[in-house]
């Protein structure tokens, strides 16, 4: 802490670890009052991974431990993983010479062979890849402890998601079956960047509890403190602001878009830049907005909400920036507190604490702890940014940034890892260093990505210094040292490889993607070459480079059991045998109340809870004509549709229905225009569009219709009698008399006083074709309820019935007029198709017919010629 301050008010730029540890060691030989008081106080100094060590901290103790003082080092030359912070391996080889006894003779040096983590199996595998490390290898021969089994599985898998699926397999068979408990299996990736996020959603997905510390991941990685970054990031190097900076800013926290908001407000600028003869693309005109958000006033609020959020903040930002003397803690501070997450985060930690069994309050209680999770990061985030401005008063926040997206791993932290419940831990190989569990999964271990040999350094270059002061770095040739470079970064990889593997102490499963290129693409994955190394030397020289290929098993779940149990019982090809011992089984599962167990539960076996007819005989059957046509065409979808299956009717009215009611105003083509186009405006801002960029197509829609509804008023020969007409007649019949209801749009008289019934459709698809047009059967029924007498009070003879098309994309309306029914040959087919309606509506039995609606058709899932809804009939 000494040096750490003097370091400070020094004004020293000291800013990485080594460099702490140097000013602490520079404190100690500069005051040798100090240096003879510590090195009083230690009277035992021991050490562990010694292998990574870097010259600072030797140096460091050789001052307070050195000269015949008790110390005790411990190290594995095979797992030194820090070179590139400058850890130094070959202190392990000189360790005994440098720290000599009290005497001046060389420390003695003792290797440990017993093994007390794990057994046989694993010890020969991970001792496999030790072999290709250079570097001393007396350490290397161990012995088990005890005979204990362990055991190690090598997989590769044709995808990713295989993959996964086969790792979340794995940890839900151990812990099922084994009974080992989520906090003693862990899963190692080699990069966070690329592996954490969708392995664990993958696991998620398939029921296994993770977690991943937020100490395990670099601070820039956290999906707390990324947003805020990148927004400051944005704010003062605007360039930074490209499309994809701003949807993920307006999906963050920061802004709380969906992917439904996103296209919304996408779709709105893109509509006013078109409206001003502006051609951009809407990526470039989200990017716009969020510098300026001057457009965002003409957006609907609710979609425009995100992205002005978003611009305020980068506008405090800068802002903020602007100030003299600014520092990025000042900055960071004033888009915190403008973003208003404080509050809300707070608000939801009050929930967190140790989650329960109560199923219901669990939910909230996971994002009370994620909440809790956040609040933390945001908090190391302002710690950084504290000691940043500390170290390096008056620097620029851009430096901040550049220094914060830097860090590939997680800070050095000294706070001690909260317990994060039952869960499997989901982290880097460098973070399982020191770390054991029961089992232990490493994945996604592709060449390219482990090992990595892209070359890299650390912000000081730290690493090629150890290189020329060790006489490694070869002044002369650039090349070679480049050769160097990458040897040395394969050893490392492969050390840091050789730590993920030693972690198990039961079961350790390695798994990879192997996938050919497709077609034309050359995306091709390998398994690492580390995979190979840990598998035993095979035999026969044929299957030397193959690796053991994955296959997905049944998911480890009751209900995946249960189906399985029940394909097996009902197959009529599975042996006599296997169905026997699956009937067994599910009678077992069927005591312990298993759902799907047993053969009541079994849809396709079930008896008939009535089979009645919908109506009893003598009863009378409602029919509106609307709905004649969808029951004829298919009974059981009507059925459905009118016992629940369809959602309920939106009270937002659509354009449509809007129309229709204007109408309603149009008795005749006298009426004033302006006046319906009025009511269209007056109540068009109540219509439920699919978005609002719409508004202006489907309005001028709207008064297209009303203009062709007049032009046609015009023409149209016949006297109108009424409008909006309900009526309710009855088909009189013994055995099934019919209730015919409804309402008419238009009633209206013709040069022979008979009565014709006018419907107004303002779809755009809703033409029919003249075939159907002779036996359509709404205007059939309409006809039908005239005969009968609907309409008495006008008269009782039909003169036929008429559809107007006003919603087609044609110039006029078109009226498609049905003959009169007495014209026919056949003058009763309206009021039979009627009875015949009534029949099928009022049966027992109600029938699925494919036809051209299937696939928009809203009871799928239960229909029984639909492969959604197959399980309705089979068992
Ligand atoms: N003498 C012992 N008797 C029984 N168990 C032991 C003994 N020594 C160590 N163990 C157990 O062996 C396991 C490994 O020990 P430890 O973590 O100290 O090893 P390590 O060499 O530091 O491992 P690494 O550096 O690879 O993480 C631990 O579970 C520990 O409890």
Not at 101 to 107: F, I, L, M, R
Not at 183 to 204: E, G, P
Not at 360 to 375: I, S, T
Not at 621 to 633: D, G, I, Y
């Amino acid at each position: 802490m000494l040096a750490l301050r003097d370091a400070t008010t020094r004004g020293s730029v000291a800013y990485d670890n080594a460099e702490l540890v140097r000013a602490a060691a520079g404190l100690l030989s500069d005051d040798p009052e100090l240096l003879a008081q510590e090195r009083r106080r230690l009277e035992h100094v021991y050490v562990d991974e010694l292998a990574d060590t870097d010259p600072a901290q030797m140096g460091l103790l050789s001052l307070v431990a050195g000269g015949g003082k008790r110390v005790v080092a411990f190290a594995d030359p095979d797992s030194s993983t820090y070179a590139f912070r400058g850890a130094d391996p070959t202190a392990v080889g000189t360790f005994t010479h440098r720290f000599r006894t009290a005497s001046g003779a060389v420390a003695p040096a003792v290797n440990l062979h017993t093994n007390y983590r794990t057994g046989g199996e694993l010890l020969a595998a991970t001792g496999r890849v030790a072999r290709r490390l250079r570097g001393p290898a007396g350490h290397r021969a161990q012995t088990p402890a005890a005979e204990v089994t362990s055991a190690v599985e090598v997989r590769t898998f044709r995808t990713g998601t295989s993959e996964s699926g086969y790792v979340a397999h794995v940890l839900r068979q151990a812990h099922l079956l084994d009974g080992v408990p989520w906090s003693r299996m862990a899963v190692l990736v080699r990069s966070t960047v690329l592996q954490l996020a969708s392995l664990q959603r993958a696991l998620h997905a398939a029921g296994v509890p993770t977690v991943t510390q937020a100490e395990d991941l670099p601070l820039h990685l956290q999906p707390a403190v990324a947003p805020l970054l990148l927004l400051l990031r944005c704010a003062l190097e605007p360039d930074r602001l490209d499309e994809e900076a701003a949807v993920s800013l307006l999906h963050s926290p920061l802004g709380g878009a969906d992917p439904l908001g996103e296209r919304r407000l996408r779709q709105g600028l893109r509509a006013l830049a078109l409206a001003g003869g502006d051609p951009r693309p809407s990526g470039e005109l989200l990017v716009d907005a969020l510098r300026d958000p001057a457009e965002l006033a003409a957006v609907e609020r609710r979609w425009a909400a995100p992205a002005k959020a978003i611009a305020a903040l980068i506008a405090t930002a800068k802002e903020a920036a602007a100030n003299p003397g600014a520092t990025v803690e000042d900055v960071l501070w004033a888009v915190w507190r403008a973003s208003g997450l404080a509050e809300r985060w707070y608000g939801l930690t009050a929930r967190g604490g140790p989650v329960g069994d109560a199923g219901e309050e669990r939910g909230l209680q996971w994002r009370g702890v994620a909440a809790d999770r956040d609040l933390d990061a945001v908090v190391a985030l302002f710690d950084t940014a504290a000691r940043f401005v500390d170290r390096l008063p008056g620097a620029r926040t851009e430096i901040f940034l550049d220094h914060v997206f830097g860090q590939e791993l997680p800070a050095d932290s000294i706070a001690p890892s909260a317990d994060r419940g039952e869960a499997v831990r989901l982290l880097t190989a460098h973070a399982a260093k020191g770390l054991e569990w029961d089992v232990v999964v490493v994945a996604g271990v592709q060449e390219g990505i482990w090992p990595d040999l892209r070359l890299r350094g650390s912000l000081l270059g730290s690493e090629r210094l150890v290189d020329v002061l060790a006489g490694r770095a070869d002044a002369a040739g650039v090349a070679a040292s480049l050769v160097g470079q990458t040897s040395a970064l394969l050893d490392e990889e492969r050390r840091l490889f050789y730590v993920a593997t030693t972690r198990a102490r039961r079961r350790l499963l390695v798994t990879a993607v192997a996938s050919a290129a497709v077609g034309g693409s050359d995306h091709e994955e390998q398994p690492s070459r580390f995979l190979h190394e840990l598998m035993p030397v095979s035999e026969s020289d044929e299957d030397a480079d193959e690796l053991p290929v994955g296959r997905l098993p049944r998911a480890l779940t009751l209900p995946a059991l249960v189906a399985e149990l029940r394909t097996a019982v009902t197959d009529p090809a599975s042996p006599a045998e296997r169905k026997r011992a699956a009937a067994a089984e599910l009678a077992r599962l069927a005591l312990a109340g298993v759902p799907g167990a047993h053969p009541n539960d079994w849809w396709g076996l079930r008896e008939l809870s009535d089979d009645r007819p919908l109506v009893d005989e003598g009863e009378p059957v409602k029919v509106t004509p609307s709905t004649m046509e969808s029951a004829l065409r298919c009974s059981l979808r009507w059925l459905l549709e009118r016992h629940g299956g369809s959602p309920p009717a939106s009270a937002a009215q659509g354009v449509g229905n809007l129309v229709h009611a204007a109408a309603m105003l149009a008795e005749d083509a006298t009426v004033d225009r302006g006046q319906l186009l009025e009511y269209i405006a007056g109540r068009f801002d109540a219509i439920e569009l699919a978005a609002q960029w719409m508004a202006g197509a489907e309005r001028a829609r709207a008064e297209a219709m009303v203009d062709k509804l007049l032009r046609w008023l015009a023409t149209n020969p016949r006297r109108l009698l009424a409008i909006e007409h309900e009526f309710a007649v009855r088909l009189a019949d013994p055995l099934r008399p019919v209730d015919l209801t409804g309402r008419v749009d238009r009633l209206e008289l013709d040069a022979d006083g008979r009565l014709v019934v006018v419907d107004l459709k303002t779809g755009k698809t809703t033409s029919v074709t003249e075939a159907e047009l002779a036996e359509h059967p709404q205007l059939g029924a309409y006809q039908a309820a005239v005969e009968a007498g609907a309409f008495a009070e006008h008269g009782d003879e039909t003169g036929g019935a008429s559809l107007v098309q006003l919603g087609t994309t044609a110039k006029e309306a078109k009226e498609q007029a049905q003959a009169a029914v007495g014209e026919g040959e056949e003058p009763g087919w309206a009021g039979a198709l009627v009875r015949r309606t009534a029949e099928t509506m009022a049966a027992s039995t109600f029938h699925a017919v494919a036809n051209s609606r299937c696939r928009v058709c809203p009871v799928r899932s239960s229909c029984p010629i639909s492969g959604k809804g197959r399980q309705v009939v089979e068992p």
